[in-house]
Structures are given as C-alpha cells and as structure tokens.
C-alpha cells in the first residue's frame, strides 16, 4: 500500500488535531485531505508552517482548558430543577433528557452542547446526577432535581 506523509492543518476527527504529522494512505490524501486544503504534504519547505501551527495549537488547547475550568466553576454554583407532570401514583410521564438538561443550561446563560451531557433518561423524581465532559481533561459531576408538579396524593394509594 502507498502511503504519504502529510500535515494536518486542522482537526480531523479519528485522524489528528493540526499540526500532526500522521501517515496515511496515499489515496485518501491526494483525493481527500489535499484538494479541501485539510492538510499539506510534509516537506523540508512546510518544517516553519509545522512550527507555527504547533504553537498555535498549544495557545488554543491552553485557552480552551482555562474556557472549561471557568465554565465548571459557573455550572458547579448552579441549581437547576425541573418540574414535571406525574399520575395519580407519582409515575412521570416522559422523561428528563440530555437535551433538556442543556435547554435548562442555555436559559441561565451557558452553552453547553447536548452531546457532552452523559445522562440517561431520568424517568423518576428526586435527585439525579449528570456527567458532563467539558474538556478532554475537565469531566465533572452535576447534580440536579426532578420535582413532581402540584401532586395530590389520595389517601391509600
């Protein structure tokens, strides 16, 4: 199989971040990665341009990092409460989501993408635990509660 070298110039997912050298096949660069300008071919002329985007590369991951730790800081001082509909017997109708949980994130001024929110569809109330993954290293723990709505309970139920 013939195989090149190539420059990433930005993230690809499951190949590399930019400024990664990584080998791939010959193929799927000349068709696929150089024409959309998603990489360069390594040659003794690119060594400046590999240089600078590993400096760029390192200034973004460490901005991003103090980006995460600041959004932690802001969800960990955060209570979120959701009030759902239950039956006579306090069983929830439909279910507390991912999805839901970030609505209730972008209503008190934080964005955060549905698909970093770990969370199983909470079916029940009282208190649940969510994980959210804001940086490859900043994994945290939220904790929030599913209350149920103006229940009236019968006697002997």
Do not use: W
Not at 28 to 41: E, G, H, M, S, T
């Amino acid at each position: 199989m013939a195989t090149a070298d190539i420059l990433l110039l930005q993230k690809i997912d499951h190949l590399g971040y930019e400024g990664d050298e990584v080998t791939v096949r010959a193929g799927y660069a000349r068709n696929y990665l150089l024409p959309k300008r998603l990489a360069i071919p390594i040659t003794r002329s690119n060594r400046k341009q590999i240089d600078a985007l590993r400096i760029r590369r390192r200034e973004r991951e460490a901005k991003e990092l103090q980006e995460a730790k600041e959004l932690a800081e802001k969800i960990r001082n955060l209570m979120i409460s959701f009030s759902v509909k239950t039956g006579e017997r306090g069983k929830m109708f439909g279910a507390v989501t991912a999805a839901d949980l970030a609505r209730k994130f972008a209503e008190n001024g934080i964005a955060i993408d549905r698909k970093k929110i770990h969370l199983d569809p909470v079916k029940h109330t009282g208190q649940c635990t969510a994980k959210i993954k804001l940086h490859h290293e900043i994994t945290i723990d939220f904790t929030f509660d599913v209350v149920a709505e103006g229940v009236a309970a019968r006697p002997g139920t």
